[in-house]
């Protein structure tokens, strides 16, 4: 009676347990604003992947190959199967454990030490013995202290945190290529503004050079011409290295470029025009960025885990079972005499060991709190991100309209300065000068319209694609 009254009231206490090992977990609160500062039009982002907005069938494809074949997306994906695993063996171990054992064994003892020393006195004694043995068991641990199924809640968390962190690689790697690609297109598009401009300050050189043999012109307005000249011949070179650049980066990003995509990618085309992207409330981010969803799930686990730790101070008990048989002779193993029946009741309680049970609360109440801190200033980083993605696009689009009339007016005037040549009131210098500036114009806008259009690729990006 005394055995049973002490049994229930340890089952008593670890019952009690069950409702101590933790609490249930509640998503912590975001300190972020009613409404972006920099974004006040509110618009539901669409359902199509944002990169189709550029209407841009090469990088549609560049972005197929970079989910499909990208290294950092396959390293990605086998962490969310190492999470997976890892959890379903959390949820195993909540579910009871059996295995199956046998073995035959011949001995030949030692007439000097065990048994063998009373061969003297026993007639006929055998050395030899054969023993046999087909042993199922299994065991279950009770969770009454609800330690396991923390421990299950906190790999579940840490799963749908992979998962979450492969889909902010994913996006990641779409951007990049997006703004990778944008980068390439807009190289080839200056380079192509700077040999213009390099043939137009080739052309004013020679002027320069037949005026100055001729008297009518200075030295150093020669030196000028000629330093103007290089120093546009050399930032086609450098337009050249970059577009190199951007190449190396696509092929990287995409898992390695056949030849045909590269020597495409070599023919200049127009750089890629799209729209900002949709912005939503920040309160929108927390359901759209794969790595505020993975923060928040990792506060999940840590909370969970926190919940394994308190589950320490309680006590365990686990099931246990045996069946099986054992015997000497084979041909009589599976009979009743040699059948062997066991069941158990077992505890392991730290009762003496709540130091060591301390710390490991404390340091999980620790990593709780980091999880959380981590968590929220993640959120106001996404929040930055979007203000800044903002900024970015109104700030290019600005100066791609100023650098438009730009463009509209030195072309006006050039061609004014052209109808005079040929009426012959100005010098073919002044045409020429006026045709530079018209480039040098184009070129600002074209780094303009490259700026725009990566702030929209940047701008989805902040905003969870």
Avoid at 67 to 94: I, N, P, T
Avoid at 252 to 280: I, T, Y
Wanted: charged share 25%; net charge neutral; aromatic share 6%.
């Amino acid at each position: 009676m005394t055995t049973n009254r002490s049994l229930a009231a340890l089952i008593g206490l670890a019952l009690l347990g069950g409702c101590a090992a933790g609490t249930e977990y509640r998503r912590p609160a975001l300190p972020l604003p009613a409404a972006f500062h920099n974004a006040p039009l509110i618009v539901e982002p669409g359902g199509r992947p944002w990169w189709r907005d550029f209407a841009d069938p090469m990088l549609d494809d560049l972005v197929a190959r970079g989910l499909k074949g990208g290294f950092d997306v396959e390293a990605a994906m086998a962490r969310v199967d190492q999470a997976r695993a890892a959890a379903g063996s959390a949820r195993a171990a909540r579910m009871p454990s059996g295995s199956l054992d046998g073995s035959a064994v011949r001995t030949r003892q030692s007439l000097r030490a065990g048994l063998g020393q009373i061969a003297d006195y026993v007639p006929d004694f055998d050395r030899t013995q054969d023993s046999f043995e087909l042993v199922g068991g299994a065991s279950w641990e009770l969770d009454l202290a609800g330690g396991l199924k923390r421990g299950r809640e906190a790999a579940v968390a840490e799963l749908e945190a992979a998962v979450a962190d492969s889909q902010a690689v994913r996006l990641t790697v779409a951007a990049e290529i997006g703004d990778a690609y944008i980068l390439l297109r807009s190289a080839q598009r200056r380079r192509s503004i700077a040999v213009d401009q390099a043939a137009a300050a080739q052309k004013l050189e020679n002027i320069v050079r037949a005026r100055f043999v001729h008297g009518a012109a200075a030295r150093f307005e020669l030196d000028q011409s000629r330093a103007s000249t290089a120093a546009i011949s050399a930032g086609i070179a450098e337009f050249d290295q970059a577009a190199q650049a951007q190449l190396a980066r696509l092929a990287v990003l995409a898992g390695g470029l056949p030849d045909s995509v590269v020597q495409a990618l070599e023919r200049p085309e127009p750089v890629p025009v799209a729209g900002f992207a949709a912005m939503g409330l920040p309160a929108d981010l927390m359901r759209r960025r794969p790595d505020l969803v993975a923060a928040e799930r990792r506060v999940a686990a840590g909370h969970a885990r926190l919940g394994v730790a308190l589950a320490e101070y309680y006590p365990k008990f686990t099931l246990s079972g045996l069946l099986g048989f054992q015997g000497n002779d084979a041909g009589r193993l599976i009979s009743g005499p040699a059948s062997v029946v066991q069941g158990g009741l077992g505890l392991r309680w730290r009762l003496f060991d709540f130091g060591r049970v301390d710390a490991e609360v404390a340091r999980a109440k620790g990593a709780e709190r980091e999880a959380i801190a981590q968590f929220r200033n993640a959120a106001l980083r996404a929040a930055e991100d979007v203000e800044r993605a903002v900024v970015a696009w109104r700030t290019a689009r600005e100066r791609e309209a100023v650098h438009a009339e730009e463009v509209r007016a030195a072309t006006a005037a050039c061609d004014a300065l052209d109808r005079a040549y040929r009426a012959g009131h100005v010098s073919l210098a002044e045409l020429v000068e006026a045709q530079r500036r018209v480039l040098q114009a184009a070129d600002a806008l074209a780094l303009a319209q490259g700026d725009a259009a990566r702030a929209t690729v940047a701008g989805w990006r902040a905003f969870g694609g």
